[in-house]
């Protein structure tokens, strides 16, 4: 028996030239089946957090050289060396521009909603990594410490900004986990604070923390991967397990109401798919208790078949979820958008 499959979750990027061209044509490729709509994440942002290596170059001192596939490596240090490095970056000030750009893109939103193209009640939805997904990636190991709270709070402000800035009816806010599942699994990429605090514990703290800066009455949303550099994992996952357990934390200590779930569906898992959704029954209580919208990334271009039988498997086990990719679409080819969007359409039913 298949589940109810209604509407699909659009997760962020999007590779096309800019915010407007994002709105179109989304919401022409898949009329009547997204709640919330995104930018794009067009332009510079195209990368995750790629571009917000820049925010620190006031102190270039603590900046690893980056690669894709790198841990911050440690060097020696005094810590009075230390202490003088973070002193010239707050002397500086950190500004992440997330407002900036949501705020803008806001404004194209409410033209195109006047205009009739966007529907009205379908939210803005504004994609926002954690400190977890910057922090680690640019910032040398001696520095993490001191600088991790300066990130956060500058995250912080921008959140406070775009709920300022944006009316909270139309306002959607989703939390971006991707190094978190790195983490959470011990895997990949081991953070400096895993010295010294619970892995696990010092995640789930942080994005509490997050979650404590988004008002009652906007919509917050948690998006779940594994990585998408070259279309490519940190790691394959066998089951969602991990993501389940960290979603148990965060449903049972959140301060909001999580509206909406998204869960990554790797092609790797499609020999095992029964054991792979199994752990989804263990969260369903609580997806019930918060009325939360449950989007599985089952979806995968120019695989109609594949997508049927995921689907199946996971309405083995979950009566009513929306579909989506496993990320977002940033670095897909953009001849390739129609078809995942034909696909989209085609597996799910309107939500409205």
């Known amino acids: 028996m298949s589940a109810n ?25 898949m009329p009547s089946r997204v709640k919330r709509l995104p930018d794009g994440e067009t332009g510079k942002r195209f990368m995750f957090t790629l571009w ?17 596939d790198s ?26 521009e997330y407002d900036t750009a949501a705020i803008e893109s806001y404004a194209v939103f409410k033209k195109l909603r006047n205009e009739g193209v966007i529907p009205w009640g379908v939210r803005f939805q504004v994609g926002l990594p954690t400190a977890g997904n910057v922090v680690p990636v640019f910032i040398e190991k001696a520095f993490q410490a001191k600088v991790w709270p300066l990130y956060e709070q500058a995250l912080f402000r921008a959140m406070r900004n775009i709920q300022d800035k944006i009316p909270h009816h ?15 699994e011990g895997q990949f990429l081991r953070p400096a604070f895993a010295d010294t605090h619970n892995v696990k514990d010092f995640v789930s703290d942080y994005i509490l923390r997050m ?10 949303g948690i998006h779940n991967c594994y990585g998408d550099i070259e279309h490519k994992h940190f790691f394959e996952p066998k089951s969602l397990q991990a993501v389940v357990d960290r979603g148990l934390v965060l449903f049972e200590r959140s301060s909001h109401p999580i509206n909406f779930f998204h869960a990554p569906v790797p092609v790797s898992a499609m020999g095992f798919l029964d054991e792979y959704f199994a ?22 271009y120019d695989d109609l078949e594949g997508t049927k039988k995921r689907i199946e498997a996971a309405s083995r086990v979950v009566p009513e979820f ?20 034909k696909l989209t359409s085609q597996v799910c039913g309107p939500v409205v």
């Open 5 to 29: 499959i209604i509407g699909c979750l659009l997760v962020g990027s999007v590779p096309l030239a800019n915010n407007e061209g994002v709105f179109r044509k989304c919401l022409a490729s």
């Open 52 to 68: 917000q290596s820049a925010v620190f170059q006031a102190a270039p001192e603590m900046l690893l050289n980056y690669a894709l």
């Open 71 to 96: 841990e911050a490596r440690s060097r020696m240090i005094t810590e009075e060396e230390v202490d003088k490095i973070v002193a010239k970056l707050e002397k500086a000030g950190i500004e992440t």
């Open 170 to 184: 139309d306002l959607a806010i989703q939390l971006d986990l991707a190094l978190e599942s790195a983490f959470w």
């Open 211 to 220: 979650i404590e800066q988004i008002d009652q009455d906007v919509e917050l």
């Open 279 to 300: 752990p989804l029954k263990q969260i369903l209580p609580n997806l019930k208790e918060h009325a939360t919208e449950l989007y599985l990334g089952v979806v995968q």
């Open 322 to 341: 929306g579909v989506a990719t496993e990320c977002g679409w940033g670095r897909t080819p953009v001849e390739q958008l129609d078809g995942i969007m």
